[in-house]
């Protein structure tokens, strides 16, 4: 079976610096749903970026059945849904609405049916239409963390990369995400230090430590015990 998304021998260095990720080796398969976890500065954002080409890297990054290059970025963009940790940095058009609708628009969706995606995909994450119809710049951390959810989800990807997606929302907020995310098919990717949402959403657990995998299984004790001990992370 082709993975989801893989990493053979993954390095990225910021600057002349020591590697963030070093010879990293990863693979996931359609349909799951990993957690990945790890200190603060152990590279999670930076291989969701590597994902997607927004790092430089070394190594194989295979995604969606196309090994990522100048020439396939833009096709695996197109068919993977992201979530980067500062909404704001999403937020591309001062209206909530047209700004969640820009992705489909951009597939070449219709404009109304890029609407309506956008209006049921919001109203999913808890935001009204009244609230859609206004501006971006009105909204509370939180709510612009379901606009740019919304933006990731309303393409349909076949692959989501969410970075903290639950940081900022109020608990009902993440159980409906967790439960949001639960009913959707799709291979997922989520960084997080919140492991309840981890423990919701996902059924494999990776844990980054010294710029590898340092733990990967179903049990998401084994990592947060080592965490619990005092170890390194
Ligand atoms: N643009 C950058 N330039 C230089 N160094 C960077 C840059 N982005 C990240 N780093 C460094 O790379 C390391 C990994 O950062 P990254 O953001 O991937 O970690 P993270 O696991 O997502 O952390 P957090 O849990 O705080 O979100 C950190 O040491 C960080 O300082
Ligand atoms: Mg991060």
Redesign the pocket.
Known sequence: MEAALEFRGLVVR??DGVP?LDRLDLRIDPGERVALL?????????LLMAAVGLVACDGIVRVLGETLSDRTVGAIRRRTGMLF?VPEDQILLPRVVDDVAFGPTRRGVSTARARSDALATLASLGIDEAVAAGSVHALSHGQKQRVALAGALVTRPDLLLLD?PSAGLDPPGRTALARLLAGIDVTLLV?T?DTEFARRTCSRFIL?EGGRVAWDGADLAGITSRWDAGGPG
């Open positions: 910021y600057g963030v790890g200190l603060n500065g152990s590279g999670k954002t930076t940790n903290e960084a230090h980054l």
